[in-house]
């Protein structure tokens, strides 16, 4: 069938739009395998494409390209070539067996090269003229030899040292990013940076698909390492500066952005290991998952509570890490049995974890990327932070507060529950934290020393704990052998009594007791013996007129016998007399009328 010329135009004009509605092409992405980036980057690195990794000295560039590789030749089965400028195959391969990488043993797998490239910046000089052609050609075989899908390249700023002809410059670090995208490659090329810009040519971070800059800064002693995302073409990344670690296992970082409100509300009960503190708080304790402050000053037992939370943890046989910024383990260990909870058997039966540091040990998102590692590697159902405050001394109170809200977000979402002490200073305002994290809290215990009659006394309050009915009350406790115990509220005339105060007007008020108690016996023994007397005299009565009843039967038993006996003797003499009937009748008449 032949088509008219205004079928054709129409389906000519139609064309464009069906090819208008398929699906635009969505940029694949390699995963790092590094933890936290390809949270941040949104799956990984732009796959066949270049990516810059710029930084100062010793920021981790060259560890995080060596992490990319060896993740994908062992976990996303994708071989690698790393083609360094600066240090030696062997140098590489001693530097990072200490991170537990085994390079040489991936190299003879067949999984990854390491190409040593000598470049002699005085040859560069020499010749005037230079190209990477040579250097695309060793490239390529090598990637070529594995069937590499990624390559780093260390460092950018060897190929060109020696190079002022910056038109030459600028067309073969075009030509190298080329080279790299039409081989299909994922590649990392890391750069040194400069003083006012990224890098230091200033231009190879416009010819990257994705950018990401390292820092490594010192501030009051204290150094702190982070990583930002610069750009990253055809897709969305995170913007913040994210903190990462560099320990033993390699590079992690911290994602921050990606923490929000959605953590779920368990309505379990968990005890606080202080019975009666359980009955202060609705009778069940915390919420599991809730967050717990405890305040006070100097020696108040803020630790002894953090010890008793822990011991009960360990005692469901649930896991617990205890972040110590004040004192060793051993020490927190000897000072706990003073008050008689054990918690060296809880670490020997693999329950507990301390994990102690100095706060000024590295920066404060230091301190929270480790925190996070711990708590994941461990995955404890309670942790405790003891104290927050320290970490003041490393940072500023925004910092302070900042990092905080990221952590107890993060423990939420886990359901763990977090239990921080805080230390206040005496003349302050008690009801106000050195870090201003309270808002933070679910509960907020606060102790406070009571002093009086030339002592101090420890007492207990809860200012707040969300979603429960709790005590009003403020309780005394003392530090005992068998640890925290809660005193019941006594009260004087002046309000709370406590310690001494409280022992003596216990003392007046047991006697005032005992004296009225006495009265109240005295009293009862008297009205005893007067129901006695009167039941004596109502028996003495009721005798008495028994015995008058007794005499008046008989008296009234002896006038019947008498009549009787009148009768039959008035019979007799009747009948004796022979008198007539009507007299005998009469008299008989009469007998009956008496009776």
Not at 347 to 353: E, N
Request: hydrophobic share 35%.
């Amino acid at each position: 069938m032949i088509n008219t010329e205004e079928e054709k135009s129409m389906e000519k004009a139609a064309a464009p739009e069906k090819e208008a509605t398929q699906a635009p092409e969505v940029i694949q992405k390699a995963p790092s395998g590094i933890k936290g980036l390809d949270e941040i980057t949104g799956g990984g690195l732009p796959m066949g494409r270049p990516t810059l990794v710029c930084g100062g000295t010793g920021c981790g560039k060259t560890l995080l390209a060596m992490e990319f590789l060896v993740h994908g030749a062992t976990e996303f089965s994708e071989p690698g070539v790393f083609m360094s400028f600066e240090e030696k195959s062997d140098e590489l391969a001693k530097n990072f067996a200490s991170l537990g990488f085994d390079l040489d043993d991936l190299a003879r797998q067949g999984k990854l090269v390491l190409d040593y490239v000598h470049i002699e910046k005085s040859e560069i000089e020499e010749t005037g003229d230079y190209d990477l052609e040579g250097l695309f050609i060793r490239m390529g075989y090598a990637i070529d030899s594995i069937g590499a899908k990624r390559v780093v390249l260390d460092t950018i700023e060897a190929l060109f040292s020696g190079l002022d002809n910056e038109s030459i410059l600028r067309a073969e670090l075009r030509r190298l990013f080329r080279f790299l995208k039409d081989k299909g490659v994922t590649a990392i090329v890391t750069g040194e940076q400069g003083e006012k810009t990224l890098t230091r040519y200033g231009l190879e971070e416009y010819v990257a698909d994705c950018v990401i800059f390292l820092d490594h800064t010192v501030t009051q002693q204290i150094a702190t390492r982070r990583m930002r995302i610069i750009k990253y073409r055809g897709s969305s990344h995170g913007t913040n500066q994210y903190p990462f670690l560099i320990d033993e296992r390699g590079l992690s970082v911290m994602p921050i952005s990606s923490l929000g409100l959605a953590h779920p509300a368990s309505t379990e009960r968990i005890s606080s290991g202080v019975e009666r503190l359980d009955t202060m708080l609705g009778g069940k304790g915390y919420y599991r998952g809730s967050s717990v402050l405890i305040t006070g000053t100097a020696g108040t037992g803020k630790s002894s509570f953090s010890a008793h939370f822990v011991d009960a943890a360990c005692r469901r046989g649930e896991r617990a890490v205890y972040f110590g910024f004040e004192e060793s383990q051993n020490q927190i260990i000897r000072n706990m049995r003073s008050i008689g909870i054990d918690l060296e058997q809880w670490i020997d039966k693999g329950l507990l974890t301390f994990h102690n540091t100095r706060p000024t040990l590295y920066g404060l998102e230091m301190h929270l990327v480790t925190m996070h590692k711990v708590i994941d590697e461990i995955n404890p159902s309670v942790v405790v932070v003891d104290p927050i405050s320290s970490l003041v001394s490393g940072a500023s109170d925004a910092e302070v507060k900042s990092m905080l809200s990221r952590l107890i977000d993060y423990l939420k979402t886990k359901e763990i529950t977090a239990f921080c002490t805080d230390l206040t200073t005496a003349g302050g305002s008690l009801e106000k934290t050195e870090v201003g994290v309270s808002s933070l809290m679910d509960t907020w215990l606060l102790l406070q020393t009571m002093e009086e009659t030339g002592e101090r006394n420890r007492g207990l309050y809860i200012l707040k704990s969300r979603g429960m009915s709790h005590s009003n009350q403020v309780r005394e406790y003392l530090l005992t052998d068998q640890g925290i115990r809660l005193r019941d509220v006594y009260l004087g005339a002046a309000g709370v009594l406590t310690g001494s105060a409280r022992t003596a007007q216990e003392a007046r008020d047991l006697a005032q007791s005992l004296e009225q108690q006495q009265e109240i016996e005295r009293r009862q023994r008297d009205l005893a013996r007067k129901k006695a007397l009167l039941e004596a005299q109502v028996a003495a009565l009721y005798a008495e007129y028994e015995v008058e009843k007794e005499d008046l039967e008989i008296s009234l038993a002896r006038e019947r016998q008498r009549e009787v006996t009148m009768a039959e003797a008035s019979a007799v003499m009747a009948a004796s007399r022979r008198a007539d009937c009507d007299a005998a009748t009469a008299a008989k008449s009469g007998q009956r009328g008496a009776q």
